[in-house]
């Protein structure tokens, strides 16, 4: 069921220094980022849940799970739901060519987008999905350093705060009640850093918080193409 210039010499050094000292992640394209819209009242979720744990063993992805808002009127409101997390989706839909968002649905480094319940196609569209060509992240202290880079247009930064570890939620009413089910890279905190336009840039980070892994994400405006990406 689906549910619907130029640089002076004194600057020079420590500009080297940093590019050496950045990860590859970014710069080499070597993550796919996979989004699952999900909601603890959906019928049709738990299969999805089950698929992005088996993915977010892999290396080369980062999965993160959304847990989406509007079926909370269904009889059990999600204990990880948060508008911000509905909006994402949401903001999605238009360029992905969606009439609507729906449940569970996967996104793929913001351009592509399949039913998340279907593993074969999730897998074939990591499979296919482009290289991330965008700027060089490095975590730097309390800071998120991006790169320069050629990628004309502005994109927006964001903050992500996820749980890396399996989450055992029992859930008492709804579509799924008297079940228990079990979620992993569930997603606490999703802020916008600020803006990228092109140059070296670099934006404070809010402390680290207990448990939680921290992701970057640099993404083309209105539900656009993610340019880079990396976690800790």
């Known amino acids: 069921m689906k549910h619907r210039g130029r640089i002076g010499r004194f600057f020079l050094l420590p500009l080297l220094t940093w590019v050496a000292a950045m990860p590859a992640v970014a710069a080499d394209g070597s993550l796919t980022v996979v989004e699952l819209f999900t909601s603890q009242g959906c019928s049709s979720c738990p299969p999805a849940n089950a698929n992005l744990i088996k993915i977010s063993n892999r290396s080369d992805v980062l999965a993160l799970s959304f847990a989406v808002t ?128 092109g140059d070296e840039v670099s934006f404070p980070l809010p402390d680290p918080q207990a448990g939680l892994k921290t992701a970057v994400l640099v993404q083309r405006p209105n539900g656009g193409q993610i340019l880079s990406a990396i976690t800790d």
């Open 70 to 197: 509007y079926w909370d009127y269904l009889g059990w409101k999600d204990t990880n739901g948060r508008r911000e997390f509905t909006q994402r989706q949401v903001t999605y839909e238009p360029a992905l060519k969606q009439s609507s968002p729906y449940t569970p649905q996967m996104v793929v480094n913001g351009s592509t987008t399949v039913v998340g319940n279907s593993l074969p196609e999730v897998q074939a569209l990591i499979s296919d999905a482009a290289p991330l060509r965008g700027p060089a992240l490095a975590f730097s202290q309390d800071r998120i350093q991006i790169g320069a880079s050629a990628e004309a247009g502005d994109a927006d930064v964001w903050l992500v705060r996820y749980n890396p570890r399996i989450e055992a939620t029992p859930v008492a009413r709804g579509e799924n009640g008297g079940t228990t089910l079990q979620h992993t890279h569930v997603v606490r905190r999703l802020d916008k850093l600020g803006t990228w336009t």
